[in-house]
């Protein structure tokens, strides 16, 4: 089985920066795709950004030149650092593991959320 830990989360104002970390065992890393969802209130669940194994970054348009999302194999540990935070970001952020070396949504696996909360 794969553990997925997160941490990093808490409060923090509108317009400030936090970074999140997600660190991987029980289940291989460098080879994976890895990445980060988030569910807002009242929202469903959406990706935020993901990562090849060849460290190939993708984001979705809302984050994109916001967000960066890194990942260190030696520490098999996936990073999202977050800035020029709004409201609008507040939600449970979610570190995702895939299966394949490519984000594959059909073959995710999902840590337990860790909430970030921006104030106005």
């Known amino acids: 089985q794969v553990q997925l830990v997160e941490s990093g989360g808490g409060l923090v104002q509108a317009g400030g920066s936090r970074r999140l970390s997600c660190v991987v065992s029980?289940?291989?890393?460098?080879?994976?795709?890895m990445g980060w969802y988030r569910q807002g209130p009242g929202k469903q669940r959406e990706l935020v950004a993901s990562?090849?194994?060849?460290?190939?970054?993708y984001y979705v348009d809302a984050v994109r030149g916001r967000f960066t999302i890194s990942r260190d194999n030696a520490k098999k540990t996936v990073y999202l650092q977050m800035s020029s935070l709004s409201p609008e970001d507040t939600a449970v952020y979610y570190c995702t593991w895939y299966q394949s070396s490519y984000p594959s949504p059909n073959f995710a696996y999902w840590g337990q959320g860790i909430q970030v909360t921006v104030s106005s």
């Open positions: 029980g289940r291989t890393f460098d080879s994976n795709a």
């Open positions: 990562i090849t194994h060849f460290h190939e970054p």
